[in-house]
């Protein structure tokens, strides 16, 4: 770019009178300065093209990456109202006092509590791995977490304490380091 404005310039501007080809001693000065300055001024415009169209380019590639990683936060937000739509209707339904088991009332499944170990775990790392992103889908995170070690102390206390304990929630887990 900046080479071949220097190369057009040291072509016409220091190129002595007698270098010059025969039709061209012959035009007018003015005619020569105003025939050069529009070739630079189209070369100007394409050089602001050139420039233009990388821009946009890169706008386009920054508004395609915007969108993917918005799509992916609504996913995560989706997928953890399920979660939280899920807590709420397994903590809501149990209305029996905590150790007192209703009436011809069952243990919980042991798939349950391994269910529910597993959403814990990956809640978790959902948790680690969006902390330092998004503080708002971190602190919803750690809302749901809250509420599923809620829910697996009451599976806890409904199977007589036979449920394995939930991992240490991550504020435990930094406070005792």
Do not use: N
């Not at 149990?94 to 499944?109: I, K, S, Y």
């Amino acid at each position: 770019m900046y080479k071949s404005t220097l190369f057009l310039a040291m072509l016409f501007g220091a190129a002595p009178a007698q270098a010059m080809p025969l039709p061209l001693r012959s035009l007018a000065p003015e005619l020569l300065a105003c025939a050069l300055t529009a070739l630079a001024g189209l070369m100007l415009a394409c050089i602001l093209l050139r420039r233009s169209l990388a821009s946009a380019e890169c706008a386009h590639t920054l508004a395609l990456q915007l969108a993917t990683e918005r799509e992916a936060r609504w996913m995560a937000d989706q997928a953890l109202a399920e979660q939280d739509e899920l807590l709420c209707s397994l903590v809501c339904r149990d209305e029996a006092p905590l150790g007192v088991a209703a009436p011809g009332r069952a243990t919980p499944d042991p798939r349950l509590v391994r269910r529910l170990v597993s959403l814990r775990t990956e809640l978790s790392q959902l948790h680690d791995s969006l902390a330092g992103d998004s503080p708002e889908a971190g602190q919803r995170l750690g809302d749901a977490l809250r509420k599923l070690d809620g829910v697996l102390q009451v599976v806890a206390a409904a199977r007589g304490g036979r449920a394995p304990p939930p991992p240490a929630p991550r504020e435990r887990m930094e406070a005792a380091a």
